[in-house]
């Protein structure tokens, strides 16, 4: 009881200040300096909960602000530090409630059984390729048997590449913006692919079967 009192407050405490704080702390980030790198990483772990703003417009804004290897170290640590928190809070936390929402969905136990197989590779390639919604992999990893270190360590390899192509693009846009959008325009037409690729091979087994 006491694990999901803390759990809650801890859960609205991240609610108001996503929401009711928004626009001063996309301020205080635009402002640069070492306060700006705190508010950043708190942000990034906010937005890993709430998504207030969407990712690509918060690392691109990083990446603009602090540069690209600055904004990769920015952005990487407050998205691994909210994904930790995600994980923690379903595994200590919310456990039955999550287990129950889950429930909901009949394609999840197929989820957990492809992360289970092997969970480095399978959460890895999750992250790489997002075939499988982030919060859902959070939500089963916490639940399930998986080590918390291979967790991250495998979502931390496996989220550097996207944030790498968001920083840069975020670090080029002032003085290139038709580069910045055509690097992130292509990127995301590769993951569309392979997406597509993955789900129209398993479309094609299922009728054979």
Not at 134 to 159: Q, R, Y
């Amino acid at each position: 009881m006491y694990k999901r009192i803390l759990s809650l407050s801890l859960v609205l405490m991240v609610i108001a200040v996503g929401f009711l704080q928004k626009d001063e702390l996309l301020t205080l980030i635009k402002e640069g300096g070492i306060l700006s790198i705190f508010i950043s990483i708190l942000f990034v772990a906010i937005c890993v909960f709430f998504p207030v703003i969407p990712f690509p417009v918060l690392a691109g804004v990083i990446g603009s602000v602090f540069g690209t290897t600055q904004g990769v170290f920015v952005s990487l640590t407050g998205a691994m530090a909210g994904t930790m928190g995600f994980f923690f809070l379903c595994r200590y936390g919310f456990r039955d409630y999550a287990q129950s929402k889950l429930m909901n969905y009949p394609k999840v136990q197929e989820y957990e059984e492809f992360l289970n197989r092997n969970s480095f590779v399978g959460i890895l390639t999750c992250r790489l390729i997002p075939i499988i919604p982030a919060p859902v992999v959070n939500i089963i990893c916490g639940l399930s048997k998986v080590n918390w270190l291979t967790f991250f360590t495998s979502s931390t390899i496996g989220k550097t590449p996207n944030i790498l192509i968001l920083s840069y693009a975020g670090a080029s846009f002032s003085s290139n913006k038709i580069f910045s959008f055509g690097l992130y325009g292509g990127y995301i037409l590769i993951i569309f692919i392979i997406n597509f690729i993955i789900i129209y091979r398993k479309m094609t087994k299922e009728s054979v079967d």
